[in-house]
């Protein structure tokens, strides 16, 4: 693999959680602690592979739809998991950053992020972008929302200053995008800066996802010509 084609920036929308806990006659909530599981697994892989950023979809604007049950138990995964790996952010250098409605999460949720983001600010290998109560519409709409308050007159309104109000500005857009668990469709996710990313659809659930299938998906992505709407010389 050439390093010069390794994804700078990897966001995966990772589905199937709870198709993973039904075929085993589970509750959807194990689905979960597996996926969680998955996640660190893949954070780890990605880390080992040079990748510099790597958002995971883990809560939309569009999951508090589901029951109180399995949205409270979300919650408390975060809760309870994401401080309590701050040595393994620490041997691996993996800096914590958050995309979402911040606002809008309960606020020991919050806190937690808030915690888990300053503590690992330092750190100087892969962000782990945690893009939870994260829509892409309600992204452009909080940029829209700052570009307002500022009072920017009309005339100053470009793509490159809507795109400086989203919520990570100094993140490359995905390179590549990936979805698991069979679904087509980005339900969502980094509308804005997924215009020209590349997309990477797997059958397999995410509880089942290993370092093996992330390379499968950058060998993938590696034969792809990205034209930019240019011509290919
Ligand atoms: C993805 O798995 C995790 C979240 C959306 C929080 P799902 O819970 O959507 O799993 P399926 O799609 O029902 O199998
Ligand atoms: C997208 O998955 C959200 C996350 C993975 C966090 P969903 O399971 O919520 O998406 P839909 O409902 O199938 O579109
Ligand atoms: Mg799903």
């Known amino acids: 693999m050439t390093s010069h084609k390794i994804p700078a920036h990897v966001g995966i929308i990772m589905d199937g959680n709870g198709r993973w806990a039904q075929n085993r006659n589970m509750p959807r909530t194990q689905g979960h602690i ?4 998955a996640a660190k697994r893949i954070v780890k892989a990605a ?7 790597l958002t995971l979809y ?3 604007t569009e999951n508090w739809k589901r029951t109180q049950e399995e949205v409270g138990f979300i919650m408390g995964l975060v809760k309870k998991y994401l401080m309590a790996e701050f040595e ?7 800096r914590i950053r958050f995309t979402g409605n911040l606002s809008g999460l309960p606020q020991e949720i919050a806190d937690e992020v ?22 892409g519409r309600d992204e452009i709409v909080r940029a829209i929302r700052k570009i307002i308050q500022k009072g920017i007159p009309e005339n100053e309104i470009t793509e490159e200053l809507v795109r400086l109000h989203l919520d990570n500005p100094d993140v490359p857009d995905p390179d590549l995008i990936i979805r698991t668990a069979s679904e087509q469709r980005s339900s969502n996710f980094l509308l804005w800066e997924s215009a020209y990313s590349e997309f990477y ?7 089942d996802w290993d370092a093996a299938d992330l390379k ?18």
Request: hydrophobic content about 40%; glycine content about 8%.
């Open 34 to 37: 597996e996926g969680l599981k």
């Open 58 to 60: 883990t809560f939309s």
């Open 114 to 135: 808030v915690e888990a983001c300053e503590k690992t600010s330092h750190f100087s290998g892969l962000s782990v972008i945690l893009a939870l109560n994260y829509g």
């Open 216 to 233: 499968a998906a950058l060998d993938n992505f590696q034969k792809r010509t990205r034209r930019f709407g240019g011509i290919t010389a």
């Open 201 to 207: 659809f797997a059958d397999k659930l995410w509880p």
């Open 88 to 94: 393994f952010y620490k041997e691996n250098q993996i």
């Open 47 to 53: 880390s080992d592979m040079g990748i510099s950023y």
